[in-house]
């Protein structure tokens, strides 16, 4: 798969799955590109995954509170409503049904296979596995498809998926005549940030900054974070992986190389260290919570009204092209 520079128009999709608070992993790893692409005219389409949320659960899940949310997340980092599509794909049933022809195409083995998956499925440590849990990265190829994305910003644990993604358009139109086309991706500034213990940032390891957190609570993770007690501060992520991790994560938000970062800290030691942290988190974080302030439920709830009517005319038209490709109408 080749990664593009991206094109200044063009449709664009992407999406995440909605389990309560985005964090500054998503924020460089996709929501900064989501916002730019935009800037520069291209049309973004944000699927809300709420099906996707089912994977790894055996309880139900309130999902509208955690829709809203997200969507909220997604207003504060600046993605323009007006312009966009944003939509739950559980709101869209053609979307949905494409799922069926897209299983036909896929080998269990391949599913067996997908690093991401068993990533997931190593982290959710749990006796049995859902077939849902080993099939959602085909319901994803019909998040990317039904709308025939030509973009799709992710971080890098999607990259399998978007793959599997390619795969899949590519056996359709081999098999019923050209439908599709191929997605390409386009990887954020970071490949996996990490959180403050070292691990990679996830929301279900509970060692991530949200973008909600107010400044106390930032400032109250960073200082909880382990250093060490070499006074001058350097980059150096194998023999120093916490500093390093704090110093990326600085660099990212202040828009400089880590090792600058360490070097303007010099002998100030971990105290200075935490200090610049979470000043840099917290001024990158300030506009965004200002755009937060500006809006509430009824704004996220109506957005996403509108985002699924827009979804639902292009998946029904996707799955008649589908159907009639398929000789099923
Ligand atoms: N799997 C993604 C995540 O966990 C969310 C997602 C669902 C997605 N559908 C998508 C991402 C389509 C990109 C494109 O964050």
Do not use: W
């Amino acid at each position: 798969m080749t990664m593009t520079t991206p094109p200044v128009t063009g449709r664009v999709l992407t999406g995440d799955r909605p389990t309560g608070g985005l964090h500054l992993g998503h924020y460089f790893g996709t929501l900064a590109n989501r916002v730019r692409l935009q800037r520069q005219g291209c049309e973004l389409f944000v699927v809300v995954a709420d099906y996707q949320v089912i994977t790894d659960r055996d309880r139900p899940v309130s999902l509208p509170e955690l829709r809203t949310s997200m969507v909220l997340d997604y207003l504060a980092c600046g993605i323009d409503a007006d312009t966009s599509v944003i939509f739950a794909h559980s709101a869209v049933p053609a979307l949905n049904q494409l799922l069926v022809p897209f299983l036909s195409l896929v080998s269990t083995g391949e599913l067996d296979r997908n690093p991401t998956v068993k990533q997931e499925i190593r982290t959710a440590g749990r006796p049995k596995v859902n077939g849902l849990m080993m099939t959602y990265p085909v319901h994803q190829a019909a998040d990317i498809l039904f709308c025939k994305a030509e973009l799709v910003p992710v971080g890098k644990d999607q990259l399998p998926h978007l793959e599997l993604t390619r795969s899949i358009a590519r056996r359709f139109n081999d098999r019923y005549g050209p439908v599709f086309g191929l997605p390409e991706g386009l990887l954020g500034e970071v490949g996996t940030l990490l959180g403050l213990d070292g691990r990679k940032m996830s929301k279900s390891l509970g060692n991530g900054i949200a973008l909600a957190d107010d400044p106390d609570q930032v400032a109250a993770k960073i200082r909880r974070t382990r250093t060490d007690s070499e006074r001058r501060i350097s980059y150096q992520p194998r023999s120093r992986p916490e500093v390093a991790t704090l110093l990326t994560l600085a660099g990212l938000c202040l828009g400089l190389d880590p090792r600058l970062v360490a070097e303007r800290i010099g002998a100030g030691g971990a105290a200075e260290l935490k200090r610049v942290v979470i000043d840099s988190v917290n001024d990158l974080l300030a506009p965004i919570r200002a755009r937060r302030a500006q809006y509430g439920p009824p704004d996220a709830v109506q957005i996403l009204r509108r985002g699924a009517e827009r979804a639902r005319e292009i998946a029904d038209r996707t799955l008649a092209e589908v159907n009639a490709a398929m000789r099923m109408d």
